[in-house]
Structure formats: structure tokens, C-alpha cells
């Protein structure tokens, strides 16, 4: 499949789960283009900047909008964030889907 006249990597997503439910999701999220908009790797070692400081943050902050949602580990990388999000059973929830 093609994007833009690109090739796109196709979803490794199984595409007969509902991914509102329950469970734990291992995401990963990338910049555009692949750049080191977070920050760098300076002797081995992740270095957040201010932007990457703030993507910090705001993951860190996930479950205090989202009532059914708590976080798990997860790192800033320069151009990417790896995270464990886990979708816990909820009374509310568990109405949206009935």
C-alpha cells in the first residue's frame, strides 16, 4: 500500500481485536521523519531537551484525563516514546460497549 507515493509498512495490528478493551498495549510512537525532535545521545546516555522533556510530561499525565487508563514503563527516546498503556475495566467502560 502506498502513502503519498511511499511505502508504508503495513499494521501489525489484529485486525479482528477491539483495541478499547481491557488489556495492556505495548505503543510506540514516532517522530516525523525520524528526527531527534526529544532530544539526543550524548556518551551513551538519553538526553531529553525541552520538547522531550515536556512528551515526558504529558505521557506521565495520561491516566489524570483518562479515568480507565493507567500507564505502565515507558521512555522518551529522541525520535520515538516506547510505553506499556494499560486499559483497566471500568463500570463506565464496560457501558460504552453494551
Known sequence: ?????KYRIESARLHSWDYASPGLYFVTVCTKQIEPYFG?????LNILNELGQTAYQYWSEIPQHHHNIKIDEFIVMPNHIHG?????ETLHATSLHS
Open 1 to 5: 500500500m502506498k502513502f503519498k507515493n
Open 40 to 44: 539526543g545521545i550524548d556518551q551513551g
Open 84 to 88: 506499556i498503556i494499560i486499559i483497566v
